[in-house]
């Protein structure tokens, strides 16, 4: 038998600082690096977040290192 898929590539992962949402239940969370505040309100439930780290694919946000150059 024959498989015309091509195996899947591993994806680069690396430890991420995050914002996740301190309520109970609500599993919402964000990239530090694409969050408009300092301390951002959690966007489903608007409670407080807090900062943790999470292993997630390596992304590069563009508009975070302009807005550093500019700022």
């Not at 996740?20 to 919402?28: F, L």
């Not at 408009?36 to 407080?48: D, G, I, K, Q, S």
């Amino acid at each position: 038998m024959y498989n015309r898929k091509k195996p899947l590539e591993e994806i680069p992962q690396e430890n991420t600082k995050i914002w996740a949402c301190e309520t109970e239940g609500c599993n919402s969370w964000m990239r530090d690096n694409f969050s408009f505040e300092r301390t951002p309100n959690c966007l489903v439930c608007n409670a407080p977040m807090v900062s943790s780290e999470r292993m997630l694919p390596t992304l590069v946000n563009s508009t975070a290192v302009v807005s550093e150059l500019k700022g």
